[in-house]
C-alpha cells in the first residue's frame, strides 16, 4: 500500500497557504487550458468563411450586405438574411444547392464561435475568483504564521543569539559590541 502524504492540518496557517497556492494554480491553469485552439475555431476563420460567402453569393448576381469589420453580430441574422437572397435565385439554378450548404456551414461555425466565446468568458470569471480566493488564503496564511509563530520565533533566535555573544564576549572570543536596542514585538492579544 502507498503512503499518502498527509495534509499540513497541524497548524492552519499551513493549510490555507498550501490551498490558496493550489488556488491560484488551479486559476491559471483554467485560463490557460483553452488557450491553442485549432484555427477552425477561431474568429478569423469564421469572418473568412463569412467573406468567401458573400463573394459568392456576389458572382451569382446577388447583393448582400456588406460585412461589418469583425463578427459580433448574431449568426442568425446573417444567415436569414442570405438565405433569402439565396431563395431569390431563379429555381433550378446550378449554384442554388452549394451557396445554401455554404450559408449553412457559416451558420454552425458563427454559432461555434459564439458559444466559444462565451466559454471563454466563463474562463475568465473563474480564474478571477479562483486567482482572488487563492490570494486571500494565501495572504491570510502568511499573516497568520507571521503573527502567530513567527515573531515569537525571530525573538527566541534574538535572544540566543544575545546569550551566545554574551558567552562568546566573557571567553574572550568576541569583540564586537551586543546590540540590546532591537525592540521585542509585544504580544497583543492580552
Not at 477552425?40 to 448582400?64: F, I, N
Request: proline share 6%; charged share 20%; hydrophobic share 40%.
Amino acid at each position: 500500500m502507498w503512503n499518502l502524504p498527509t495534509l499540513p492540518t497541524d497548524n492552519l496557517y499551513k493549510l490555507m497557504t498550501f490551498a490558496g497556492m493550489a488556488l491560484m494554480l488551479a486559476a491559471f491553469y483554467i485560463l490557460y487550458s483553452g488557450v491553442n485552439r485549432e484555427f477552425r475555431d477561431t474568429g478569423p476563420y469564421a469572418y473568412a468563411r463569412q467573406v468567401q460567402l458573400k463573394s459568392r453569393l456576389e458572382d451569382v448576381g446577388l447583393k448582400p450586405k456588406p460585412l461589418p469589420d469583425h463578427i459580433n453580430e448574431s449568426p442568425y441574422l446573417r444567415y436569414e438574411e442570405y438565405r433569402d437572397l439565396i431563395r431569390s435565385l431563379p429555381a433550378g439554378h446550378p449554384q442554388a444547392t452549394q451557396l445554401r450548404d455554404l450559408n449553412e456551414d457559416a451558420l454552425m461555425l458563427g454559432v461555434e464561435l459564439k458559444l466559444s466565446e462565451d466559454a471563454m468568458e466563463g474562463r475568465h470569471v473563474s480564474f478571477l475568483c479562483l486567482a482572488a480566493l487563492g490570494f486571500l488564503f494565501l495572504t491570510l496564511g502568511a499573516f497568520r504564521w507571521y503573527f502567530g509563530y513567527q515573531r515569537y520565533q525571530d525573538v527566541i533566535a534574538y535572544a540566543n543569539a544575545l546569550e551566545a555573544t554574551t558567552k562568546a564576549r566573557g571567553l574572550g572570543l568576541s569583540s564586537q559590541p551586543v546590540n540590546l536596542q532591537k525592540p521585542l514585538p509585544t504580544d497583543s492579544a492580552g
